[in-house]
């Protein structure tokens, strides 16, 4: 901790793991004297770089890039990118960390990463994005590949984005590879990639409910956020028949008790996908629904909450405000979303909670997909690619279940998706040496 002092997401994200993991090699001679734990807290590798770009003014602006390679145990390093204002190391590593576990989790081979910049997108022209992207890539290139680093997306980095970094990539390389997911589908994207993490989400959550003999029929749901997660969350859970009655972006929610149908989900996609304008706008052609500036969409009555904005938004006062209204699941959806203090809070009413790591992991097991097609040379369909998903999302409850169930009935998940996820990296390091 002391080391690390100066990085308080980092510290929070090992925490978490540290209070689980460690009594589990207390108990398991096979991990002790190896030193895991703490070989897994220290990034293999970080590279930060300066990325200058011309604005449309033709000033020079200069940023921030960055890439954490965390863990090479199971797989090349594999997590997104994110451009953000926010960003740093302790954002990074905290995120690299996290990805570590959940890739694990996936069953597919890939060890952890994750990086990005402190450039904002929001503002910028089209132009502009590109210009940066370009510049980003130009140093980024040098150290990554299909076979040892393969970025992605994450807040601020989507298709538009991916396909910029993508295209300065190979120009630049000369090699057409699956170096990056979240790919176009001309260009070796995969079908059900942009809908896999808040697709995962909700199969999660309906795995979840099934231990209760429950399901997401006629459910009440609060959903945070509005992006690529959000929209495809509220998608999902709409079609297994919940009525979804919340989004939000970093201003306020906008609550709808009639519920967020196909048709206004597709207006909210329009409004952020290509309008790129706030939340608030939906209130404009949905004059029903309140806009509710500076709060969260936690104080709602709900059944069910799956929080899919950023880091830290849904504290103590929150969790207590969703147990007080009857909310029974909670499936994170973003990374962190939830602070300790507010998962105590759900541990202690005993209600289905997911961390992140283990409820969003669709959309990098998706990615792990999209890879084993890129290498192959061939796309799956869309059924295929759901299918797998739905697969995944099982096994990673079922893991959940094998490591954190109490023998009453509970289910500890964060206890479950730690340890599995720990353990296949754990193996992995031992079999390779002090390395
Ligand atoms: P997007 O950039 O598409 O959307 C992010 C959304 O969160 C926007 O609505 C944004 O609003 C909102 N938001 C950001 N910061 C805040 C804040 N401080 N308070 C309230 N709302 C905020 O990102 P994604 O949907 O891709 O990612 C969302 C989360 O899910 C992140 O934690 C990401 O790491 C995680 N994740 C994403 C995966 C993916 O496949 N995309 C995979 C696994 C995890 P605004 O427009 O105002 O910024």
Not at 52 to 64: E, F, M, T, V, Y
Not at 417 to 431: R, T
Request: hydrophobic content about 40%; charged content about 20%; aromatic content about 8%.
């Amino acid at each position: 901790a002391l080391k690390n002092a100066h990085e308080p997401e980092f510290l929070q994200a090992v925490l978490e793991v540290a209070e689980t993991v460690i009594p589990f090699i207390e108990e398991n001679p096979k991990y002790q004297n190896k030193k895991l734990l703490e070989r897994m807290v220290e990034a293999e590798r970080i590279i930060v770089f300066r990325v200058a770009w011309l604005d449309d003014k033709g000033q020079i602006q200069i940023n921030r890039g960055f890439r954490v390679q965390m863990n090479s145990a199971i797989g090349p390093y594999k997590g997104g990118l994110r451009f953000h204002p926010t960003v740093n190391l302790s954002v990074l590593k905290f995120l690299a960390f996290e990805q570590t576990f959940k890739n694990s989790l996936t069953t597919l081979p890939m060890g952890g990463g994750k990086g990005g910049s402190d450039f904002d997108p929001k503002g910028k022209s089209d132009i502009e994005v590109m210009r940066f992207c370009q510049a980003f890539m130009t140093e980024l290139c040098k150290h990554i590949g299909a076979d040892t680093d393969v970025p992605a997306g994450d807040l601020g980095v989507g298709a538009r984005e991916v396909g910029y970094l993508f295209g300065q990539y190979k120009k630049i390389r000369n090699e057409f590879t699956g170096v990056l997911t979240g790919k176009g589908i001309s260009f070796g994207g995969s079908l059900i990639r942009p809908e896999a993490t808040g697709y995962g989400v909700v199969y999660f959550a309906q795995s979840m409910l099934a231990t209760k003999g429950d399901d997401l029929k006629g459910k009440i749901v609060a959903v945070s956020g509005s992006g690529n997660v959000a929209q495809y969350a509220v998608e999902k859970a709409t079609q297994l028949g919940a009525k979804v009655i919340t989004m939000s972006d970093s201003d306020g929610y906008i609550y709808d008790s009639d519920g967020i149908d196909a048709e206004k989900l597709a207006y909210v996609m329009y409004l952020k996908n290509e309008l790129r304008t706030r939340i608030s706008d939906y209130v404009a052609k949905y004059p029903k629904a309140k806009y509710i500036a500076g709060a969260k969409s936690w104080e709602q009555q709900c059944d069910i909450a799956l929080p899919c904005a950023t880091q830290n938004e849904l504290d103590a006062e929150s969790a207590a405000a969703l147990i007080a209204n009857g909310c029974i699941c909670v499936a994170e959806g973003a990374n962190m979303p939830s602070t300790p203090e507010a998962i105590a809070v759900f541990h202690k009413a005993k209600i289905l909670f997911s961390p992140g790591k283990a409820s969003n992991a669709g959309g990098v097991a998706t990615s792990g997909l999209e890879m084993s097609q890129n290498s192959l040379r061939m796309s799956w369909t869309a059924e295929e690619v759901d299918e797998r998903l739905k697969g995944i999302m099982l096994n990673i409850h079922a893991a959940c279940v094998q490591y954190g169930a109490d023998g009453n009935g509970y289910v500890d998940y964060v206890k479950g998706a730690n340890i599995a996820g720990f353990v296949k990296v754990a193996d992995a390091m031992i079999a390779q040496g002090v390395v």
